[in-house]
């Protein structure tokens, strides 16, 4: 039943990328980038090679050399993916013709659209093409997140689309889509484990870390030293969950108002009650 699940969540964010692409890029003459956006080119020079059927051959070197890395069942789940992606983008351009738009709509609507469709399959653990391809790099490049990864590559094909068409505006609408849609895949992708970082500096620490534990929250004491007084001066340092945060602030503020208080972003955060590490994964 889960595998069942999963094969028809990564099924319904296929059919959502296949439709951003037919009724928002494709109308409007611009590229997703990656895989896809090379089959565009293909097809501009021989009609006759349909963009899904053309992507499929494109990802199929990038899968072998996946398979020894992440094993048979990550391959089956991503050539699943963009076997169906790539069916649906043909079938849906084959019921319909969606007509061009103003292309700022097209490219805005249509990056949000695709962001959510490779956050959704790349948490489902199976994608393609320049997803594929940015996971591979992401185990040599730690430090890089999968939307940043992804950014750097289509911006390369992004490029070689608009010197083949010759259309610089294309090509900058098709940049604004491409930030948008990385931007959004990220935060599908880390969104479960994104948080706020709290530190909290106050002479009521005590009542402060007793009230944060009863809503159990995890606190850790820091120790610091102030540079003016040389006086010992206790930090709290709290991970808070976004929705939480302005609860936080409300609670140490009718502690004790004077309380220094510094909330950061903290896009990963991995532990008890929060995001799980995993080798291979995000």
Not at 250 to 271: H, K, M, Q, S, W
């Amino acid at each position: 039943m889960k595998l069942l699940k999963q094969y028809v969540s990564i099924t319904l964010g296929c059919a959502l990328m296949a439709l951003a692409f037919d009724w928002f890029y494709a109308p409007n003459e611009l590229t997703l980038g990656g895989f896809t956006g090379i089959a565009q080119v293909i097809n501009f020079f021989a009609p006759a090679l349909p963009v899904g059927v053309t992507v499929i051959v494109l990802n199929a070197p990038l899968f072998l050399m996946s398979l020894k890395r992440f094993g048979k069942r990550f391959l089956v789940r991503s050539f699943f993916a963009v076997a169906v992606n790539s069916i649906f983008i043909d079938l849906i351009n084959a019921v319909y013709t969606f007509q061009p738009m103003d292309k700022l709509l097209g490219c805005i609507y249509g990056g949000v659209l695709v962001g959510v469709s490779l956050g959704w399959l790349l948490r489902e653990e199976a994608t393609g093409g320049t997803e594929l391809g940015a996971w591979l790099l992401k185990a040599k490049i730690p430090g890089l997140s999968i939307g940043t990864l992804c950014l750097a590559i289509d911006l390369t094909i992004i490029v070689f689309y608009a010197a083949v068409f010759r259309s610089l505006e294309n090509a900058l609408y098709g940049g604004i889509a491409l930030y948008i849609s990385t931007k959004v895949m990220d935060m599908v992708v880390y969104g479960g484990s994104a948080a706020k970082l709290a530190y909290i500096i106050s002479n009521e620490q005590e009542k402060i870390t007793h009230e944060l534990l009863a809503r159990d929250m995890g606190v850790t004491r820091l120790t610091a030293e102030g540079a003016y007084t040389h006086n010992d001066k206790p930090v709290l340092l709290c991970a808070v969950r976004r929705r939480e945060i302005v609860a936080v602030k409300r609670l140490v503020n009718e502690i004790d108002p004077t309380a220094f208080f510094i909330v950061c972003d903290a896009r990963e955060v991995l532990g008890e009650g929060f995001g799980e590490y995993k080798p291979d994964g995000l």
